[in-house]
């Protein structure tokens, strides 16, 4: 079954840190690049982070320095590791794979930072 499946999500103090875990099936991981998306309520979906096939990243400027995004081929899955947190990164994190026109979709997991 072709899938994404997100996990790590949850409820964090400002300043506080969440792993985010992006586990495919179905696909051949590796030659996809990988990334993760949030949405905020009334806000359109954007870019966090992406990391291509052979492992270059790009970052929003929002979080760069506070976020990092790694892969393991081997294992089929992407990480979104979130440092430094703050209340606006609040949102719906998904994670996406992509080739070429073909996009892949996680059903989201929720991130919310509140005191």
């Known amino acids: 079954q072709v899938q994404l499946v997100e996990s790590g999500g949850g409820t964090v103090q400002p300043g506080g840190s969440l792993r985010l875990s992006c586990a495919a099936s179905?696909?051949?991981?590796?030659?996809?690049?990988m990334g993760w998306y949030r949405q905020a309520p009334g806000k359109q979906r954007e870019l966090v982070a992406t990391?291509?096939?052979?492992?270059?990243?790009n970052y929003a400027d929002s979080v760069t320095g506070r976020f990092a995004i790694h892969r393991d081929d081997a294992k089929n899955t992407v990480w979104l590791q979130m440092n430094s947190l703050k209340p606006e990164d609040t949102a719906v994190y998904y994670c996406n794979a992509r080739l070429g026109g073909f996009n892949l979709w996680g059903q989201g997991t929720q991130v919310t930072v509140s005191s």
């Open positions: 179905g696909i051949i991981f590796s030659v996809y690049a």
């Open positions: 990391i291509t096939s052979s492992g270059n990243t």
